[in-house]
């Protein structure tokens, strides 16, 4: 702040009936406002690994979910993986540790990767909003549009062979459709970005929140497992 700055506070504190403060420091919460400016400066564009993501996401003050949320949630599983699993938003567990798909949907996923020799280290999982919505809703447009760019840069540093996209919320962010789930299963599809060599093919699968309302549904989820067993597969065998 300036010096003019300076006085016309005072002056401002003064006419409002403060004649003294507690302490004679500034507040330290002042030098993390300081701090958040100076990230928030930074352009997303030029961020290259997880960590300056992650730095970048936690300071981030775009989405009012992060107001209302307890933890940012950003990743978990191997970063080296060539899997990547894309799903919606955390939920109230996912609130609480700080990691994605923990909770009851998360222990159905364990089992699905399971079901085609998977597991947590040997994928990469993430969501395409970082902080939980009031009560698990779904977010609305805004809100998805306003992360949008961090699960693109999430994409861009991982550089993953294959993705999954878990539930409508992430199928139709990632791939630009206005089409339901139901509709987008059991189907392949391709991700490009411009700052990717090469598309990357991607499936549209069932959240496992879904899943377990709907349980009649788990046999059109096993055929999609299989179907993405079968594209690891033939993408281990090109390499």
């Known amino acids: 702040m300036s010096i ?14 403060i004649s003294a403060f507690l302490q004679n420091l500034p507040n330290i919460r002042y030098k993390e406002q300081e701090k958040n400016h100076k990230i928030s400066q930074i352009n997303i564009s030029d961020i290259n690994s997880l960590k300056e993501l992650e730095n970048y996401i936690n300071q981030s003050n775009i989405c009012l979910l992060k107001n209302t949320a307890s933890k940012t949630v950003f990743a978990d599983g191997n970063p080296s993986s060539k899997i990547m699993l894309i799903g919606e ?6 609130d609480k540790i700080g990691k994605p798909f923990v909770g009851l949907a998360g222990k159905l996923l364990n089992k699905m990767l399971a079901s085609i ?17 009031p009560n698990n809703r779904t977010p609305n447009s805004e ?3 306003l992360c949008l760019p961090f699960i693109q840069k999430h994409i861009e540093i991982i550089k993953p062979k294959l993705i999954i996209l878990l539930g409508g919320t992430a199928s139709k962010a990632i791939l630009s459709s206005t089409h339901g789930i139901m509709r ?15 598309p990357i093919p991607v499936r549209a699968i069932y959240h496992p929140a879904f899943l377990l309302r709907v349980a009649n549904k788990k046999r059109e989820a096993w055929e999609d497992l299989k179907e993405i067993q079968k594209k690891l597969h033939a993408i281990n065998e090109k390499i």
């Not at 003019?4 to 009936?17: A, H, M, Q």
């Open 4 to 17: 003019k700055s300076n006085l016309s506070y005072l002056n401002y504190i003064k006419e409002s009936g």
């Open 89 to 94: 938003a955390p939920g109230a567990e996912e």
């Open 143 to 145: 809100e998805i549009l």
């Open 184 to 198: 987008m299963r059991g189907k392949w599809y391709e991700y490009n970005n411009l700052n990717l060599n090469n």
């Open 117 to 133: 020799n998977l597991d947590r280290n040997n994928v990469y999982i993430t969501n395409i909003i970082p902080w939980r919505p």
